[in-house]
């Protein structure tokens, strides 16, 4: 039988039966996952507490969190709705330390800036 030859043979079609339908189900909401474990911590700093008095609260957040999953985890863990939500990431660095000269390995770290709207607060202590 040569490769390309003028004559095609007929191929019989099979009778099967039709392939189900894949059973797609309603999306995952944002609440299926654990919220707790995106917010690390609460950030507590000179600055913070100076943001906190215009309604802005600092956390520290796990590095893969978005700005939607730490608006999910403010809302279930402190009751309070969320206006904005600003997300920094702080990159590791090497500073030299003081007159030694010795060098100090900063860890770096992703921090979220919460808004709220007047009147609605966070009790961090």
Same mark, same amino acid.
């Given at each position: 039988m040569a490769l390309f030859g003028s004559k095609k043979e007929k191929k019989e079609e099979s009778v099967t039966a039709p392939v189900a339908a894949k059973k797609v *189900? $309603?999306? $995952?909401? @944002? +609440?299926d996952h654990n919220l707790s474990a995106v917010i690390v911590a609460p950030r507590i700093t000179e600055k913070a507490v100076g943001l906190s008095e215009q309604n802005v609260y600092t956390f520290v957040v796990r590095g893969n969190a978005t700005k939607f999953a730490v608006r999910? @985890?403010?809302?279930?863990?402190?009751?309070? +709705?969320p206006v904005k939500v600003n997300i920094v990431n702080k990159k590791a660095a090497k500073r030299v330390k003081g007159f030694s000269g010795k060098t100090v390995h900063n860890? *770096?770290?992703k921090k979220a800036y919460v808004y709220l709207k007047k009147g609605d607060t966070i009790n961090l202590v």
């Open positions: *189900g $309603p999306k $995952p909401l @944002a +609440t999910d @985890a403010i809302k279930a863990l402190y009751n309070v +709705t860890k *770096g770290m």
